[in-house]
């Protein structure tokens, strides 16, 4: 049984509205070209800016709950439990993350929106959906590995941000249609090794 072919890496194009390299999924071997590491990283920022003021939110209304609840004689006993309501909070946060990650897997976010990029899969580019994203956002939710990953991307060292995925960008030539130009520095050293 033949073997499918693994493409890898940066090919020998350019992008035409970019000038950044083009890139190969793995399997399928069609084009792509990555988003800038510092566009990635400021759309995972606001990604989670907007998760944990929507979270800030949801304990306010908690918090608000809970003194609403000391108004009424029936409820006291419930009202007066901090500990109860702090890990009502608590026990939420997986949830309420799993649930951000599905819609960001399926339909990107505000961070994605705001970056012009879709974060895609490196094999054949096809997005994780709602089950697997959940899980992605869940991951990228221990923030000292989240920091490490985070400043290294800024870098750019060329750093997978999770395994198997890639900031794919939207706003490239190639995204909009134009062909890319073959790399004139591949050219000169296509000839001079002809030669």
């Not at 033949?2 to 190969?24: C, H, M």
């Not at 998760?51 to 209304?61: D, E, H, Q, R």
């Not at 993350?97 to 990029?117: C, R, S």
């Not at 990228?140 to 290294?152: D, G, K, N, R, T």
Request: with cysteine; aromatic share 16%.
């Amino acid at each position: 049984m033949a073997k499918k072919p693994e493409f890898a890496g940066p090919t020998q194009l350019i992008d035409s509205g970019t000038n950044r390299p083009v890139r190969q999924y793995t399997m399928s071997g069609q084009y792509y070209v990555r988003a800038t590491a510092s566009r990635h990283f400021w759309g995972r920022v606001l990604d989670g800016v907007v998760f944990l003021a929507a979270f800030c939110v949801f304990s306010l209304l908690v918090v608000c709950t809970q003194l609403a609840m000391k108004n009424s004689p029936a409820l006291w006993e419930l009202a007066y439990e901090d500990s109860f309501f702090m890990a009502l909070v608590a026990l939420a946060w997986f949830p309420a993350l799993y649930v951000y990650g599905m819609i960001w897997g399926k339909w990107g976010l505000f961070g994605d929106k705001a970056a012009h990029m879709r974060s895609v899969r490196i094999k054949d580019g096809t997005i994780s959906g709602a089950w697997i994203g959940g899980w992605r956002a869940v991951a990228w939710s221990f923030f000292p590995f989240y920091v490490v990953l985070l400043i290294v991307s800024v870098f750019d060292g060329g750093m997978d941000h999770t395994p198997g995925y890639v900031p794919l960008g939207l706003d490239s030539g190639f995204a909009k249609g134009q062909a890319p130009f073959l790399n004139p520095s591949s050219v000169d050293g296509a000839r001079a090794q002809a030669s």
